[in-house]
């Protein structure tokens, strides 16, 4: 069915989705817990954390690759890649696509990562290197570290040869995994695509975010005036997506239309956010999609809890929306997950599908203290029905790239 490109303005639409997240796997359970403000940040036991002061964080304690992946491929595949191909799985089933159609037409593949496989070289580095033991006959194990196997992993898997490409642009990748996916959907150069983000617990994150100062004792409070920092997580957050045209002749769940998006990258400073970049990125977003900031009923915070991070994008959604932001719920679901990091933004804009296909805006939770410097309606600690057309999904990275998708209701 792909066209080369012939036909350069399809709607694109979400018809899939799959969740692996410390609230659930699969988007159900998932989406249940959080509009019930339920909390997945629990004691880290993925590794030892009794050299740090920090100790908590959002692992996925539940998750059993050998339930969704056959043993064999099990022994090729790290932890993030094991969680994008669960999700991809879960997607591909929700979407009701089977594996005849995808393979007959143009599947492509579209995965953003912050970290990749850094567990595989911490497990090849505890193994080899205390006991000064050389790694020769370990090479398989080493090949599995580069980010771009995450890809190539979920392609190979469901045997798919449309397009595949990783995204590593930190926090933000999933948002720009999306709409890379979505530009290939919209001018034809694919049928079908798997998308989102993924990344798994890891010492080398935990003890990044660690050393920067930015990791809360206990629980993460967005938009909280007492907020004490973020708490890592974990997980992946994948969707099927595809032309309107051809949802609707397999009459196919229709989750919610991508309008388009926005990116900009400030090139600032490598930690520190920017008003002006995350600003640009939303206007940019908005100017692409064609709505204005009228239109928009529900904003997914990127929200992650520090200090900086809420007050500038506080600031920024005000520079944007002006008096109107007050009438807009938001909600950070980082409270309740922790950074996901690579996986965060895909996570949140599946968030907003859902919020749109059920009239649903997810708490923020741990919220006791309004912030004069974080001026804006944070939806705190219980969720609210309200009927949404449109929503943004903002999301924000680390060397100033800024993301951000705009979806409708269709």
């Known amino acids: 069915m792909g066209n080369n490109g012939k036909n350069r303005d399809r709607r694109v639409v979400i018809t899939g989705l799959g969740v692996v997240s410390s609230l659930g796997i699969g988007w159900e359970p998932f989406w249940k817990n959080l509009v019930a403000g339920k909390s997945g940040i629990s004691r880290i036991t993925t590794f030892d954390t009794s050299l740090y002061d920090r100790h908590n964080g959002g692992e996925v304690k539940d998750f059993d690759p050998k339930n969704f992946i056959d043993r064999r491929s099990l022994r090729h595949l790290g932890r993030t890649s094991q969680m994008a191909i669960v999700a991809s799985k879960l997607a591909l089933k929700d979407s009701g696509l089977n594996n005849d159609q995808l393979r007959r037409e143009i599947t492509g593949v579209c ?117 004490k920092g973020m708490l890592v997580g974990e997980g992946a957050g994948m969707m099927v997506m595809e032309s309107l045209e051809e949802a609707q002749k397999r009459n196919a769940t229709i989750y919610a239309e991508i309008l388009g998006g926005g990116l900009a990258c400030d090139a600032l400073h490598m930690t520190d956010p920017s008003i002006e970049g995350i600003s640009k990125a939303i206007q940019k977003s908005l100017d692409n999609s064609c709505v204005s900031i009228a239109d928009i009923d529900y904003i997914n915070a990127h929200g992650t809890g520090t200090r900086g991070n809420d007050k500038a994008e506080s600031l920024a959604l005000n520079k944007v929306f002006g008096k109107k932001l007050q009438n807009i719920p938001i909600s950070s679901i980082k409270s309740m997950l922790g950074h996901t990091m690579g996986a965060a933004s895909a996570i949140e804009t599946i968030v907003c599908c859902l919020a749109i296909k059920n009239g649903i805006i997810p708490p923020t939770i741990n919220f006791e203290n309004p912030d004069p410097e974080c001026h804006v309606n944070c939806t705190p600690n219980k969720s609210i029905e309200r009927n949404i057309a449109i929503a943004l999904n903002n999301s924000q990275a680390f060397g100033g790239n800024d993301a951000c998708v705009v979806l409708r209701k269709t």
């Open 111 to 227: 995965v953003g990562t912050t970290m990749g496989e850094p567990q595989v070289m911490e497990s090849l580095n505890s193994k080899y290197f205390p006991q000064g033991k050389r790694m020769r006959g370990d090479h398989v194990a080493a090949s599995l570290y580069p980010a771009c196997a995450i890809s190539n992993n979920v392609a190979s898997y469901f045997k798919l040869k449309g397009p595949n490409f990783i995204f590593s642009s930190a926090c933000a990748a999933g948002n720009y995994a999306i709409l890379h996916a979505f530009h290939l959907l919209k001018t034809g150069r694919a049928d079908y695509m798997v998308t989102g983000g993924a990344d798994a617990l890891s010492r080398v994150a935990f003890t990044g975010f660690f050393r920067l100062f930015t990791m809360a004792p206990e629980k993460c409070q967005p938009f909280d005036k007492n907020r």
